[in-house]
């Protein structure tokens, strides 16, 4: 109850808040440290790995803009910090100065462009279904009748909420705190189907007991970027991460990560996604756009 409380006073202070924060690079040069966000659940952006500490494409992506705040505020001696967020609270969290930085998966829109900033975009998904293999669901059409669960505080929950009315699709919204609660539900039974990006659909899947259990279903709708978190109206971290993300691009080490993340196998399980690079997040390398969804 404290943690909601808390939540609740942050989203209605938080413009106040942030135009106490000093901006990032000053208050890490002077703090000697600086604080980094992921996703407990995130794969394969950001998210707990077998020894119980951060990994993933994000959270690597990260590390490498840690290496450039070094450089820029000399502060070789720069002590990371980490903290778990949540689709709730991952921006009052960083815009009261408890997160410096959000490494996760988070889409980067117009609405959400109010509040904070975003870094380039470097990877771009569309919403669809999880569910149980075998199950009569192969359309968002089928989801008539049904349980659809979303994770609370994302824009999927919003996209779903305003497709069901739109088209009358008839089924009942529930919301989760997280992707691994909403993926729990669809396998216990008490959702059909769990709406959200297909790539984290994809690792939630593969990262299950049983991943045959589980399939990805229905045309994906409403694709979206993701991209880096950051406070707004701070041009010279913004300029450090953008620069960092644009050198990674340039030589290839990009590339690379998308490899190893990607169409590689990653921990804890092994596990291999097989998601090749889409159409827009190619045509984004070469735009270095931060460009946000509607």
């Known amino acids: 109850m404290r943690s909601s409380i808390f939540v609740a006073l942050a989203l209605l202070t938080g413009s106040s808040i942030q135009a106490q924060t000093p901006l990032t690079l000053d208050k890490v ?49 720069l002590k990371v910090a980490t903290q778990a967020v949540t689709s709730q609270n991952r921006i009052p969290l960083l815009q009261n100065g408890t997160i410096d930085i959000e490494c996760g998966s988070t889409t980067n829109n117009s609405d959400r462009g109010k509040q904070v900033a975003f870094a380039t975009n470097y990877f771009y998904t569309g919403t669809r279904l999880l569910v149980k293999t075998g199950a009569p669901i192969k359309t968002f059409a089928d989801l008539k009748g049904k349980k659809v669960v979303s994770t609370v505080g994302t824009t999927n929950f919003q996209v779903l909420r305003k497709l069901n009315t739109e088209q009358n699709l008839g089924f009942e919204l529930l919301g989760a705190k997280d992707h691994a609660e909403s993926a729990l539900m669809v396998q216990q039974g008490r959702a059909d189907a769990f709406g959200m990006d297909d790539i984290l659909l994809y690792g939630l899947r593969a990262s299950s007991q049983n991943p045959a259990e589980l399939s990805v279903v229905a045309e994906a709708i409403q694709v979206e970027p993701y991209a880096i978190m950051l406070r707004r109206d701070d041009p010279a971290f913004k300029k450090l991460v953008d620069d960092t993300l644009a050198g990674l691009i340039a030589s290839g080490e990009f590339e690379t990560l998308y490899k190893k993340w990607f169409q590689s196998a990653i921990p804890p399980k092994g596990i291999n996604l097989n998601a090749p690079m889409s159409k827009e997040l190619i045509d984004n390398l070469k735009a270095l756009s931060d460009k946000p969804a509607l």
């Open 29 to 77: 040069k002077a703090n000697g440290s600086i604080t980094l966000a992921y996703r407990e659940s995130s794969i394969p952006f950001s998210y707990l790995g077998g020894d119980a500490q951060p990994t993933g494409f994000a959270w690597e992506i990260c590390g490498k803009i840690v290496d450039q705040v070094k450089k820029a505020t000399g502060r070789t001696d």
